[in-house]
Each structure stands twice: as C-alpha cells, then as structure tokens.
C-alpha cells in the first residue's frame, strides 16, 4: 500500500477535526492517507453521542483557554495537550471492525517498539504499556471509507484533566482521579523525553512496518483544504454542531 504522509503541526481543535473529515470524504481522490498532529490551544473532543454539558465544564475550559470540539467517530471525552495524535484515512479492510482497529492501532505499537518501549493492545481501542494505558483510538466508517484517529501520550497530568472533565458523582471524584493515574501512563512518566518532530518520525516508521506500506509525502489537493476550511466554519466551529444531541 502507498501511504501519503503528512507530518502536521499543531492546529486548534476545530481545524484538526475539519480536516480529518475532509481527508476521509476525499480519500478516492488522495489515497490512503496517514498524518500527525498535535492541539494548540489544549483541547477537548467528545465523542459523536455524547453531550458536551454532560461530558465537560464549559465555563473552566473557556477560563483556561481550552477548546471544545465535538468528534464524528465515537468514544468518550479526551482532553488533548500532552500528547502526538495520528489520523489515517483508507479503505476498510476485510474482515471484522475490531480486527481493523488493531491492524491500524499495530502502527503505534511498532513505532513504540523502535523507541525501545514494549506495548500491547488491550480491549477494543486501548494500548498499554505495562498495564497501564498511553493510548485511546477512535474509528468511523462513512463515505465509503474509513477514518481511525487516536491519541499517544507523551504526559499527562491527570488533576489538569479532571479540571475540565466532568465527574458523574462528586463525591466519587477523589477516588476516580486516583484510580486513573493509577492506570495511565506517558512517555515522560516511562522515561522518555522525545521531542514531537522526532516521534512523528518514530510513528510513521511504525505504521510503514504495521501496514506493509510505502510512505510517500505529496502536497494535498486544493480541494481537500477548502472543504476542511468550510468544514471548520460550518459544522466544528458551529455550536449547533457542537452542542447537539
């Protein structure tokens, strides 16, 4: 497989999400297509059927300039700072949808294989490294094709976190952010200090070897960005968007 290559910056939250979906909607047009990206400033996205009042503490994420963005693949609330993100874009692979989510999460256990750290898959969309998790991942299949994105933590600070995510039960909030620290993990906490450009690197040579693929990297059509620009004013800059249910 050619795998266009797109070793991105950091964007806000509406733009990375804006162009995640352009690139799935022309992916007849650009091919399978791998990027790396990063959150300025920090953000939270939610997941398609989640409700953002429910999920985050709007009020605290606008005081602490942290932008809100509503997902179109599922899963939970994340908060993204400390962290390389990937998305890829391809058409579906045979077999059963959580084959697939470990056929393309392998790309991150490769690439951290190559920093020399020994991770695993766990449960659905989890990867763990010693029991502990530094990885989430997400995948929607519409337009015929398929769009996986997922979060790599390079740190974390899990009381920052909690700040702006909400806790169903207060009086279980103590308990839940120990629990948490307890079962998450970082390249910083595991001893790693990797600048952001140098993982990218790291990553896209773990999903070259995960998927048998040559890595390619080629400007995108001009179209894909103007969509991903309309896109970012009209639906992830849009509160009716945002604040659905």
Known sequence: MNLRIIYDTHHHATW????????????????????????????????????????????????????????ITGGGAVYHKYELTYSIVMSPPSGKILDSYKHIQRGLVEGLRLIGINAEMSGINDIVVEGRKISGNAQTRRYGGLLQHGTLLMNVNVDEMFSILKVPQEKMRDKLI????????????????????????????????????????????????????????????????????
Request: charged share 30%; net charge negative; hydrophobic share 40%.
């Open 178 to 245: 120990s629990n948490v620290k307890e079962r998450v993990t970082s390249l910083k906490h595991l001893g790693y200090e990797i600048e952001f450009e140098e993982l990218q690197k790291y990553m896209a040579e773990g999903f070259k070897n995960a998927l048998s693929a040559e890595l390619y990297e080629d400007a995108l059509p001009n179209e894909v960005m103007d969509m991903a620009k309309k896109l970012e004013v009209e639906k992830y800059g849009n509160p009716e968007w945002n604040f659905k249910r």
């Open 16 to 71: 990375n999400m804006a162009l995640d979906e352009s690139l799935l909607r022309h992916l007849p047009e650009i091919g399978p297509t791998l990027r790396l990206y990063g959150w300025e400033p920090p953000a939270v996205s939610i997941g398609y059927f989640q409700g953002i009042e429910e999920e985050v503490n709007v009020a605290k994420a606008k005081q602490m300039c942290v932008d809100v963005v509503r997902r």
